[in-house]
């Protein structure tokens, strides 16, 4: 196989990976939510560009002619698309309107310009890059991707360091554990992105073949996650609470007060089995400001929202541990029941608050009975 059947092969397989993962996304989102989004970033800033690569490789000029404004203009829709996809991870209340058109006007430039320069211009453009050589458009795309990642990821990163203690302070633990995935992929997602781009500045050909690789890596990462961590509403990630009624510090006799009012809804509403439950969905149903419960939860209990709830959840299954025989259960098929959404949440939960897992704890009851 030589070099030109390499970057043939690679690109036929990407395409075909690609639009693969676009389907299985779309047919589990059914066109909308957040793996709707995910299967954009999979396809749109992708495949038009392979499908230009190998129709060079194959000199099928006509189509290459044809496709080529696109191939040359929707790489620069990845970024925005990332900070999109970000967005709606994490903020339920995040709406598309009008103005976020201007995040997509690279792509409307990079489009005109290259439908100005007319159709003859761009036929040699695509001969000339079938010598292996770039030209200007290329290095001018080139250069509008590395602007926009050195836009995009200072604030997808920044935005991710904002709302990540109020993530992981007033949203449940399933919605925690279905949402960090993001962090992850961003990281590695960068760390590739640099990769493709340092590479490019010293071989700009590697374009046609390395791109590729690293970017079903990414994608191949991004549809797992997507997939196996379905999308949920997410609580509010802004301040929930602005009143200024309780800026003052609180006593300990009005922390205990709160506790208790908490302890007493929780008791009575059984909302610790809700395994969306959150602080603020709590805060609600028990008549108490979000930050006010916080508050006293930290300052009273010395324990944060989760550990409060999750205390209740291992509580409950401890008496669903004791009735294992009578009632049918097993240790693996009782974690729903106790307000958990997946088995290895509930098991390190409960090692975590028991200091032994529930079997070990069990064998221990059932000695003491």
């Known amino acids: ?49 392979y499908l230009y690569n190998m129709s060079r490789m194959l000199s099928w000029h006509g189509f290459a002619h044809v496709i080529m404004p696109v191939a040359f203009s929707v790489n620069t829709t990845l970024m925005p698309l990332l900070w999109i996809l970000v967005r709606i991870n994490y903020d339920s209340g995040y709406r598309w309107d009008i103005r976020k058109c201007i995040h997509f006007l690279p792509f409307l430039a990079c489009l005109i310009l290259i439908l100005s320069i007319g159709s003859q211009q761009r036929m040699e453009v695509i001969e000339y890059e079938m010598t292996g050589q770039d030209t200007w458009l290329g290095t001018f795309n080139a250069c509008l991707v590395m602007a926009q990642m050195l836009i995009y990821y ?36 960068f760390i590739l992105f640099v990769i493709v781009e340092v590479c490019y500045f010293i071989w700009p050909r590697t374009d046609a073949w390395l791109i590729q690789i690293i970017n079903v890596v990414s994608m191949t990462y991004l549809v797992w996650c997507s997939l196996t961590h379905p999308s949920m509403p997410m609580s509010p990630v802004e301040p929930l609470d602005k009143t200024p009624a309780m800026e003052a510090s609180m006593s300990m ?5 709160v506790c208790d009012r908490a302890s007493a809804y929780l008791k009575e509403s059984k909302a610790y089995l809700r395994p969306d439950i959150s602080l603020y969905v709590f805060a609600k149903g028990a008549g108490i400001a979000p930050r006010t419960l916080s508050r006293a939860i930290n300052g009273y209990l010395n324990i944060n929202f989760f550990e409060f709830i999750n205390r209740m959840r291992v509580e409950e299954a401890k008496t669903l541990l004791l009735e294992l025989d009578s009632k049918g259960y097993n240790i693996d098929s009782i974690y729903d029941k106790c307000g958990f959404r997946s088995r290895s949440t509930f098991f390190l939960v409960f090692k975590k608050v028991e200091g032994v897992t529930p079997a070990v704890w069990l064998e221990s009851a059932s000695k003491n009975a």
């Not at 302070?169 to 554990?177: C, N, P, V, Y």
């Not at 006799?253 to 007060?257: C, F, S």
């Open 154 to 189: 200072p604030a997808i990163f920044i935005y991710l360091s904002r709302v990540r203690k109020r993530i992981a302070a007033t949203a449940s633990d399933a919605e925690w554990l279905q949402k960090r995935w993001m962090y992850r992929f961003q990281y590695l997602f």
């Open 253 to 257: 006799e009005e922390m205990k007060e």
């Open 1 to 49: 196989m030589d070099y030109s059947q390499l970057i043939l092969a690679v690109n036929a397989a990407s395409i075909a990976i690609l639009t693969l993962f676009t389907m299985l996304l779309l047919a589990s989102s059914k066109f909308k939510g957040m793996n709707g989004y995910a299967a954009l970033v999979t396809f749109v800033p992708t495949v038009p560009v």
